[in-house]
């Protein structure tokens, strides 16, 4: 039997070997551990059980505070061509390809207002802020692309404040904010009544039927959805419903390999293309950073992953789409508020599930 035979036999179905392959490759690539997960490019409860299948079965050892392949390990690497890649991502843009320097004035007032916001985050609307740095990342290259400028801006859930971000930019024509969390969207009305911003807040459940002034009345969405399937496809057709019809109308959204294999990325992916006069124009590494949470939790038993990294390490995906001359607002919807938006097998919370 093979070395991987033997590790399969203890791994589920839906953990391949194109997973244990990345996970190796991972190992040796990177020297911080939490990096191993961006690196893999799987999702992180996937990640989770392969290495602790592969340190209970010898694969790997944990001394002087470094974790190396053991003899075994190595067969095992080699076996599945596993090796070290070099990172080859730009330090400075941190893979997006925007560099948002000329936006500094306009960050450092939006970080005051970042500091000041609401916390405790609500885990039943899956919430966690990105870094202000990831967010003008991603600002810098909307303004590029000329999806601000002069355009009807509407964000789909706002707990990053990217509302705010735009609105400082003096760009867009109005930003309009639904948000089903009455704390956030209480702060960024406040915001937009102190600094005059072109920002307006409605309270809204995604599951419930839209505003109908507001269908098919923007030229750009902004959202960062669940990582569920069906989570995912709530926020960007609700955001295709908002979209103005014809052509070269955007939508943008973030997506991770972290709680979204690459199966799950290809199902929704389909149902988007095939139901929708869109296009996918980019799809941008995971240069989009979360800072840490205040339940985030170590995971024990690997003793590399004992302590927190102690900064930001869950890292997503940036999407865009433009909409085809053909593009009508897509139809709006009721559904029922479930944890399936929410939560999934694929889900980061998994991986203390032992």
């Known amino acids: 039997m093979s070395e991987y035979q033997n590790l399969k036999s203890k791994l589920p179905d839906h953990i391949t070997q194109g997973d244990v392959k990345k996970i190796l490759a991972a190992i ?187 269908l098919g009345a923007f030229d750009t969405f902004v959202c960062d959805p669940p990582e569920t399937e069906q989570g995912l496809l709530l926020f960007v057709e609700k955001g295709l419903a908002l979209l103005r019809a014809g052509d070269a109308h955007a939508g943008y959204f973030g997506a991770t390999v972290m709680e979204a294999s690459l199966a799950k990325w290809a199902r929704w992916q389909k149902q988007l293309l095939n139901k929708h006069e869109i296009a996918f124009t980019h799809i941008l590494p995971p240069f989009t950073e979360y800072a840490p949470w205040p339940d985030e939790k170590p995971l024990p038993d690997i003793p590399a992953l004992a302590t927190l990294a102690g900064r930001p390490w869950y890292r997503f995906a940036f999407y865009r789409l433009e909409t085809l001359p053909a593009f009508q607002p897509a139809a709006d919807f009721e559904t029922e508020l479930s944890q399936v938006f929410y939560f999934d097998y694929e889900g980061y919370y998994e991986a203390w599930k032992v």
């Open 28 to 214: 040796l690539s990177e020297n911080a551990p939490w990096d191993w997960f961006t690196r893999a490019r799987i999702p992180f409860p996937f990640a989770v059980r392969i290495l602790r299948e592969l340190q209970d079965a010898g694969y790997l050892a944990f001394a002087n505070a470094k974790t190396q392949l053991t003899p075994r390990g190595q067969t095992l690497a080699a076996e599945l061509h596993a090796t070290a890649e070099p990172n080859m991502t730009c330090p400075r843009c941190a893979g997006s390809g925007a560099d948002w320097g000329a936006l500094q004035n306009i960050f450092e007032r939006y970080v005051e207002i970042y500091n000041a916001r609401p916390r405790n985050e609500n885990p039943e609307f899956d919430q966690g802020a990105m870094t202000p740095e990831s967010l003008f990342r991603r600002l810098a290259l909307m303004i590029h692309l000329g999806d601000l400028q002069g355009a009807r801006v509407v964000n789909l859930g706002d707990d990053d404040l990217a509302s705010v971000a735009i609105g400082l930019t003096g760009l867009a024509q109005s930003v309009t904010v639904l948000e089903i969390d009455e704390r956030i969207a209480a702060y960024i009305q406040a915001v937009a009544q102190k600094y005059n911003l072109p920002l307006t807040v409605r309270h809204q459940d995604l599951t419930q039927p839209l505003p109908s002034n507001l």
